[in-house]
């Protein structure tokens, strides 16, 4: 357990290996994306042999949730995904808008956008249509479903509320880069798999264990 300190009154990141897995948490409150890139920096030189490198964080910055996906979740968007595809995140698990999603493949675009902090104006409609254009910075690298071998790109995984607290509801239209969504209204779970050559996530209804998804595997061969 190492422990990288913010200068912001908002938390530190921190990261662990585990088996042959790098986990990387960073606290999205903290709007310096220096800061994280930083901690990525950190985390992969330390443990530069892990075959899988996991990302964690709260903000839903590829989600499907009503509440946040088009909104507040995704101020970082255009800061943190070049970051992810520099390091070469297998994976994001993040929170946030209380529905459960999984994105396809996704890589940035490669193309420079403009970056976003909690100061934007999304009440003011010219400045959220700047905003929704400007997080349009992704490409969908892979639609395979079920199990990939050695893909292009990050899958990133929202969870919905374990404790059955709060739920949202699922935005409209489904955004593009979407595979899979699901809102029961009931807690859901998921269990992770790693083993040598693959990954794979599961997500069960915590009442009576059925998936609301089907499997998610990545494999490297």
């Known amino acids: ?74 101020i970082l968007r255009t800061q943190l995904t070049p970051i992810i595809d520099e390091y070469n995140i297998d994976v994001v698990l993040q929170g946030h808008d209380h529905t459960y999603s999984r994105t396809y493949q996704l890589t940035g675009d490669a193309k420079a956008h403009k970056a976003y902090d909690d100061t934007v104006n999304l009440k003011d409609p010219a400045a959220k249509a700047e905003f929704l254009k400007e997080n349009q910075n ?56 790693i083993d040598s050559d693959s990954f794979t996530i599961n997500t069960y209804e915590t009442a009576n264990g059925n998936p609301i998804d089907e499997p998610y595997t990545i494999i490297k061969d």
């Open 1 to 74: 357990f190492t422990e990288e300190k913010s200068p912001t009154p908002a938390g530190n990141g921190y990261y662990y290996s585990y088996g042959n897995a790098l986990f990387i948490i960073i606290n999205t409150n903290n709007y310096n994306a220096a800061d994280h890139k930083a901690l990525l920096d950190k985390a992969t030189k330390a443990y530069p042999d892990k075959k899988w490198r996991i990302l964690m964080f709260h903000q839903d910055i590829f989600g499907s949730g009503q509440d946040h996906s088009d909104s507040d979740g995704i």
């Open 138 to 193: 992704y490409r969908i690298a892979e639609t395979r479903q079920g199990s990939v071998t050695n893909p292009e790109g990050t899958v990133y995984m929202e969870a919905n509320s374990a404790s059955g607290s709060k739920f949202y509801e699922l935005i409209s239209p489904q955004q593009d880069y979407i595979a899979a969504r699901s809102q029961t209204w009931t807690p859901t779970y998921s269990v992770i798999d």
